[in-house]
């Protein structure tokens, strides 16, 4: 079992940056996968990044490459995700999740959710 906390939402003006964080229980947080999804009003939820267990490989949604970092310290048992130069259209609710699962990029490959965190970037 592992249970996903997500921190550090919030209102930024267009151009800024947010951290947002994800804090894991569970002893086996090493063996996962982790990933950050988004959704925002009227649409379904998004990938955005994953990072594998090693660390050593990490995944973007082309809309935020170059822009946004995904980072993980286990021995915190928290993953991050460092977004700069942010844009209206990154306004969404942003999900951790974890998985045990090759396929990092799929929504149904997570078996466990934090309960979100609201970004909102002003124009």
């Known amino acids: 079992q592992v249970q996903l906390v997500e921190s550090g939402g919030g209102l930024v003006q267009a151009g800024g940056s947010l951290r947002l964080s994800c804090a894991a229980s569970g002893r086996t947080f090493t063996s996962y996968a982790m990933g950050w999804f988004r959704q925002a009003p009227g649409k379904e939820r998004e990938f955005v990044a994953a990072i594998r267990w090693s660390a050593d490989i990490t995944y973007y949604t082309d809309s935020v490459k170059g822009r946004f970092t995904i980072s993980r310290d286990d021995v915190k048992k928290t993953v991050y995700l460092q977004m700069n130069s942010l844009k209206p259209e990154d306004t969404a609710v942003y999900y951790c999740?974890?998985?045990?699962?090759?396929?990092?990029?799929?929504?149904?490959?997570?078996?466990?959710w934090g309960q979100g965190t609201q970004v909102t970037v002003s124009s």
């Open positions: 999740a974890a998985t045990l699962s090759p396929r990092l990029l799929i929504t149904t490959s997570y078996d466990y």
